[in-house]
Nanobody, 127 residues
Framework: QVQLVESGGGLVQAGGSLRLSCEAS????????MGWFRQGPGKVREFVAA????????YYADSVKGRFTISRDNAKNTVYLQMNSLKPEDTAVYYC????????????????????WGQGTQVTVSS
């Protein structure tokens, strides 16, 4: 497992932007596909975005496509989520997670496929 720490959450007005960061410990960061998930109060944890080990492919939930951008810098052991045009329905705790599977293209959206999770960072979008 790899230890993950999210940062960058906060309060922002609708239409605004936030940039989340997820820093990973260890020397095997490049061995993991990475994902961002979110969970609102009383709601199930849902997929937001994912990126392959090398960063050559990216995946997005339909609800955020065109507004959010996932990226990674393996030299810094960091994954980012740039969130633009934020909406109140984006309000949630955002988690980053690491996926060790060789079948990432098939399970990037699947919560149980991720073995390591960060503590989460709160994003609140006011209307």
């Amino acid at each position: 497992q790899v230890q993950l720490v999210e940062s960058g959450g906060g309060l922002v007005q609708a239409g605004g932007s936030l940039r989340l960061s997820c820093e990973a410990s260890g020397r095997t960061f490049g061995s993991y596909g990475m994902g961002w998930f979110r969970q609102g109060p009383g709601k199930v944890r849902e997929f937001v975005a994912a990126i392959t080990r090398s960063g050559d492919r990216k995946y997005y939930a339909d609800s955020v496509k065109g507004r959010f951008t996932i990226s990674r810098d393996n030299a810094k052991n960091t994954v980012y989520l740039q969130m633009n045009s934020l909406k109140p329905e984006d309000t949630a705790v955002y988690y980053c997670a690491a996926n060790p599977s060789e079948l990432f293209s098939l399970n990037y959206h699947h919560v149980p496929s991720y073995g390591s999770w960060g503590q989460g960072t709160q994003v609140t979008v006011s209307s």
